[in-house]
């Protein structure tokens, strides 16, 4: 009979290795690393250009793409910046000095999504509205994790919020043909599926699946339902 008490654990990779070769992976892959990252993204003159940390079209935030600085970013218009690591936390709201084991699994993650050749620039520069900087985005994945179009949100001053959708394959604003479903990958191995309006209704629901309960349509309390998962999206994507 084998013993597997006994077996010494896999060597742990020590954390400055491991930075510096994820590092190398996203700088040998920036450009498709950051189209993944921001689809709403453009390169000019050896930069990568985009409106914000969030991935708004514009092009105030660069991202030097070669050279001594690639990966080096600036944002003009908040006048913050850093290097690539940085700006994977910033996009998804981790602090790098309070949890970078965090970011270094975002960045992996990221460099495992792009794709070898980055993806053919769009012909025309995709339109602008003075809306401001993004507060808030969705991105739209299919039941394989691929991105089928990003939702943003803005809260321009003395206005209305508004949503911008872009869809990925056609690299252009405009929402997607045929129109998704918010959370393919969560919906795929769910044994019930409850639909909601907006984006951010989900993870509330999420939360309450979570601790073992959640009200029904007539606001009645269920609980046990280990496999429920919440589907939707905003109704600039003709979702309901």
């Not at 008490?5 to 994820?22: F, H, Q």
């Not at 003075?130 to 001053?157: C, E, F, M, N, S």
């Not at 629901?205 to 309390?221: K, N, Q, T, W, Y």
Request: with cysteine; net charge positive; charged share 30%.
């Amino acid at each position: 009979m084998l013993d597997f008490n006994d077996t010494a654990p896999a060597p742990e990779i020590p954390a400055s290795e491991r930075r510096e070769a994820v590092r190398a992976a996203l700088l040998s892959r920036l450009e498709a690393v950051l189209f993944t990252l921001f689809p709403a993204g453009r390169t000019r003159r050896g930069k990568f250009v985009i409106g914000d940390v969030l991935g708004s079209p514009g092009d105030s935030l660069e991202v030097v793409l070669i050279g001594d600085k690639a990966g080096l970013w600036t944002d003009r218009a908040e006048g913050s910046g850093g290097d690539v690591f940085h700006l994977i936390g910033a996009h998804f709201g981790v602090d790098v000095h309070g949890d970078f084991a965090r970011v270094l699994d975002l960045a992996e993650d990221l460099v495992g999504r792009a794709p070898t050749a980055p993806p053919r620039k769009a012909a025309k520069k995709a339109p602008v509205d003075d809306l401001g900087p993004a507060t808030a985005k969705w991105d739209y994945l299919d039941a394989q994790g691929r991105l089928i179009a990003v939702v943003y949100r803005y809260d321009p001053p003395g206005r209305k919020k508004e949503f911008r959708p872009w869809d990925a394959k056609r690299r252009k604003m405009a929402p997607p043909e045929p129109r998704p479903l918010y959370n393919q990958p969560g919906i795929q191995d769910a044994a019930q599926v409850v639909l909601v309006e907006g984006e951010k209704v989900r993870p509330g629901l999420d939360r309450a699946r979570d601790r073992g309960h959640h009200r029904d349509a007539r606001g009645e309390c269920a609980r046990g339902q280990d496999r429920l998962v919440a589907a939707g999206g905003q109704g600039r994507l003709g979702l309901a």
